[in-house]
């Protein structure tokens, strides 16, 4: 995911090859990343963080602890750190940094293919200005929102930070369903694909609500009608209202 933003961040322009430095503690990520975008690399995070405007953290939650033991009162409060960080909070963050200055942010899965959807939220010591580069920096990997509670963050991790799993569950489902019909698995791939990425564009662009472009294509009596009404009987949605509420508990618990 850090590479996903740095290559974004340089190739729209946002930040110069010469103004980014990357820490990695692998030597083959280190070479790969300075081979492919010509940038600094370094393995030492306290020396990365030196002569910067804006930090950005994405290292694997369970490496967070020791990146913040490591830079720990080095920070002067006008840096600004941005973290991609799942489920670390920003009481976490600023405690173990002692640093005030720090945005959370919670991509998904397709911000590596900049059709991301990424929500953040800012400490109240974070200025306007940096707000501004945050929202710059977060808006390479697709769309951006910014909220004011934490909380808000728990929900969009249960809903897009874990949404693009339910759809690709969704996918493997219609797939197998259209084989088991008796198509053939790259026939069936490829209706499914279609049909997603269509329709996903369809709400996009018809600027109607889902709901009424579902009963456009539900005549009384039809097949449309014939496979809802199964979904329904099934509790398709309130199943998904579970599902969703269940991510969303475990987001609370994770972050502590
Ligand atoms: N992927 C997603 O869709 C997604 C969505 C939302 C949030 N996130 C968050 O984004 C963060 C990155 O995820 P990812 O999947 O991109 O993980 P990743 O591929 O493992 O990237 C983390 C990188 O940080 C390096 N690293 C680990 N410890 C370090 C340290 N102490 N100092 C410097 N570098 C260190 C890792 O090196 P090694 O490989 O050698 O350990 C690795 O290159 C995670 O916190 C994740 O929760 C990801």
């Not at 820490?23 to 083959?28: F, L």
């Not at 710059?136 to 874990?162: K, R």
């Not at 997603?196 to 564009?201: C, F, N, R």
Request: charged share 20%.
């Amino acid at each position: 995911m850090g590479e996903a933003m740095l290559s974004a961040v340089l190739s729209k322009h946002l930040a110069t090859v010469q103004s980014v430095t990357v820490s990695d503690i692998s030597p083959e990520r280190r070479q790969h990343l300075a081979g492919k975008y010509g940038i600094a690399v370094t393995d030492d995070n306290r020396q990365a963080v030196a002569d910067t405007d804006v930090i950005v953290l994405a290292v694997k939650p369970q490496n967070l602890a020791g990146v913040t033991t490591e830079l720990n009162g080095l920070l002067r409060p006008e840096q600004l750190v941005l973290s991609i960080i799942a489920g670390a909070r920003l009481d976490t963050i600023c405690q173990g940094l002692e640093h005030r200055a720090v945005v959370r942010a919670m991509p998904n899965t397709p911000a590596q293919i900049g059709q991301g959807m990424t929500i953040w939220i800012a400490t109240e010591e974070v200025t306007e200005q940096q707000n501004e580069w945050a929202g710059s920096i977060l808006s390479v990997m697709g769309h951006e929102t910014a909220v004011s509670s934490e909380d808000q963050i728990d929900m969009a991790t249960a809903v897009s930070g874990s949404g693009p799993a339910y759809l690709f569950l969704f996918v493997e489902a219609l797939v197998d369903a259209a084989i088991q019909l008796g198509l053939s698995r790259d026939m069936a791939q490829e209706l499914v694909l279609t049909t997603v990425l269509g329709s996903g564009q369809l709400i996009e662009e018809s600027g109607r609500e889902p709901a009424e472009l579902r009963r456009m294509v539900t005549s009384p009596g039809g097949t449309t009608a014939e496979a809802l009404r199964e979904l329904e009987q099934g509790k398709f949605a309130e199943l998904l209202t579970r599902a969703v509420r269940a991510a969303y508990e475990r987001a609370k618990q994770l972050g502590g």
